[in-house]
């Protein structure tokens, strides 16, 4: 039994952009483009039944973060594309609930890949974005659970979840949060997300092009 595609919009105010974005969803037969929307009047939380919105505006991050919580309220999984983006934009739109980011001078092999790993319920942060990774040298040594702990708190996973995927209590969740926190001197979800994009443990599998 064949798998159904998956509803894809693609939202961008550069019309040039927007008209290459549609050619490389519509070149993925398991991708179902339902509506590519441009120009300054877009309004990207108004996507139809879209299930994965890939989103390219040129606008202030904290207004690009402003439409992925609107998105992600209803449902959607937004996949970001900008120009430029360091560590902090990508933890603001983590936190605002996006499931990826990708360079805007990615690929189209890279993008196909983003969109059907975001498809499949993951996360896909493209490795161009993790600063310098010699901050590992100066950091706490991590375990290897604690890493695919940050590795789902990156990716936006609650507690619940997290137990889940890795077939443990929501109580040992909890007791690896606290040594994280403990070893890191952090606080916040939003602290260990951007320990892992510096650490390179959200990090997306790179593709090769060829």
Known sequence: MSREPTNVAVVSDCPLLLHGLIHVVDSAPELRRLLGAGGNAV??????EGDVVLLNLRVSVREICDQ???????GRRVLVLSADATQTDLVLLIEAGARGHVSQWAGEKELLAA?????????????????DLDVQKNSPRITDREQQILRLVANGATDREIAAE??????TVHSHLDR???????RRRADLTRLALQRGVAAAEPV???
Request: hydrophobic share 30%; net charge neutral; no cysteine.
């Open 180 to 186: 994280l926190y403990s070893k890191t001197g952090y």
């Open 115 to 131: 969109l059907r790993t975001v498809a499949s319920g993951r996360s896909y942060f493209s490795t161009n974005f993790f600063g």
């Open 43 to 48: 309004v990207p939380h108004e996507v139809g």
């Open 166 to 171: 890795l077939n443990i209590s929501e109580h």
């Open 208 to 210: 090769e092009e060829g």
């Open 68 to 74: 992925v919580a609107r998105l992600h309220e209803k």
